[in-house]
């Protein structure tokens, strides 16, 4: 099924927030190698002034992926999820994320289009602070795969 370009613009706002934890900040850094000790001591990421261990850059898709999954396989948006291959992903920040952050995603589809026979959907998320403040933004693009002819 081909995907409805009806829904670009379509938001969606998470009901639940996600708190950053500590050892999810040094798990994921673990997980993907990334050895700075802001990371991963406390004490190094105060004496660089963050309040405690600092996310690393990757890491608000370990918070993102399942929203953006629910929100992109509702019936209405028309992706066939057994189709699809991570087409790109981007990431910007106001402020780095670090534990104790308790962040909200407003989910938002940016684009649908065709491309040599497959479609491509590009959803943005933004993570919000408990304060109002904007913390970072998700750029996901997914490819479904068109049928084989």
């Excluded at 066939?80 to 920040?93: C, E, I, K, L, P």
């Excluded at 104790?100 to 479609?119: C, F, P, S």
Aim: charge should be negative.
């Amino acid at each position: 099924m081909a995907l409805d370009p009806s829904n670009i613009g379509r938001e969606f706002i998470s009901d639940q927030t996600y708190l950053v934890g500590r050892e999810k900040v040094r798990e994921f850094a673990r997980a993907v190698g990334e050895s700075s000790p802001l990371c991963h001591d406390v004490a190094a990421a105060r004496a660089a002034g963050y309040a405690d261990v600092v996310a690393s850059t990757t890491f608000p898709i370990a918070i993102t992926l399942e929203i953006v999954g629910d929100f992109v396989t509702d019936p209405a948006v028309g992706l066939d999820w057994s189709r699809v291959v991570h087409g790109d992903q981007r990431f910007a920040y106001s402020r780095p994320i670090v534990a104790g952050d308790e962040l909200q995603v407003t989910t938002v589809i940016e684009d649908i289009k065709a491309i040599a026979g497959n479609d491509m959907i590009t959803v943005r998320s933004d993570l919000t602070a408990s304060n109002g403040e904007q913390v970072a933004q998700v750029w996901t693009s997914l490819v479904a795969r068109g049928e084989a002819a």
